[in-house]
């Protein structure tokens, strides 16, 4: 079976569903894409009251934790939410300072924690992202009001395309919430939260920059010593051997 990821890329469902026939998987999506805008959030009491004056659905507030894993192209993550279902997400994305197209493709996960071993085993882990996420809906667009764990406020803005839809249709409704926010040029983000949490995590005891409670020290030694790569074949037929123990 080759790497989780590449199948998602590809859009191969069969070692998805693989995956989902050991019990680790549940439906797996079509591929989609989303059209987003990224920026630190300099004051998130007033990006609170420009959702409510917008009149955006608010949908509470997710508690996530998204687990990046070392792949040579793209993204993979797997996200685990408080009281929700976990997914395994694999997607591309360039970095830019501005309105940028997501291609994407998940897969329901029914036992995390087994995975995510597999995987970690398999691949490696890169990094650990904790945020609470204050969810309002606009119409077609999902506004994010993130805390990330160690590097602060963020607010994103996100329209999923219909499966075959074009996300360039977001582009106009992202440029006016742009406004509504105030967003600033300086504010826009190129990188990924994973991307960011990494270099915090990598900076020196004396940055300003503020080190996450799960940093890569600290993952490395939840990984424990690794005597070479793993195939994910091999992760998974041990955590079959082991649930049976």
């Known amino acids: 079976m080759r790497v989780v990821f590449r199948a998602l890329q590809e859009q191969d469902a069969a070692p998805l569903a693989t995956l989902a026939g050991r019990g680790y998987g549940g439906a797996i999506s079509e591929s989609r894409r989303n059209l987003e805008l990224k920026a630190r959030d300099p004051s998130p009491a007033r990006s609170l009251r420009a959702c409510q004056e917008l009149g955006a659905e608010d949908r509470g507030t997710l508690i996530q934790r998204d687990t990046y894993f070392e792949v ?3 993204r993979l993550k797997l996200r685990e939410e408080t009281g929700g279902v976990a997914h395994l997400i694999s ?9 940028k197209e997501s291609r994407y493709r ?12 597999a995987l970690a085993g398999a691949l490696g882990i890169r990094v650990v992202v904790s945020k609470s996420r204050r969810l309002f809906i606009r119409g077609d667009v999902r506004i994010h009001l993130d805390r990330v ?6 607010i994103e803005f996100e329209g999923v395309a219909a499966i075959g839809g074009d996300p360039a249709g977001f582009a106009g409704l992202l440029d006016d919430l742009r406004r509504a926010f105030a967003i600033r040029d ?4 190129r ?7 990494g270099s915090a995590a990598s900076a020196p005891p004396s940055s300003p920059i503020g080190v996450p409670e799960i940093g890569a020290t600290q993952q490395r ?8 790569p793993r195939s994910l ?13």
């Open 72 to 74: 040579p192209q793209g």
């Open 91 to 99: 997607y591309e994305r360039p970095d830019l300072a501005a309105p």
């Open 106 to 117: 998940l897969i329901e996960v029914r036992e995390p924690a087994e995975l995510k071993e």
């Open 149 to 154: 764990e160690g590097i602060g406020d963020f």
């Open 186 to 189: 300086e504010d826009l983000l």
């Open 191 to 197: 990188e990924s939260y994973s991307d960011l949490v």
């Open 221 to 228: 030694q939840l990984l424990g010593p690794r005597s070479g």
């Open 233 to 245: 074949d091999s992760s998974l037929e041990f955590l079959d051997v082991d649930r049976h123990r």
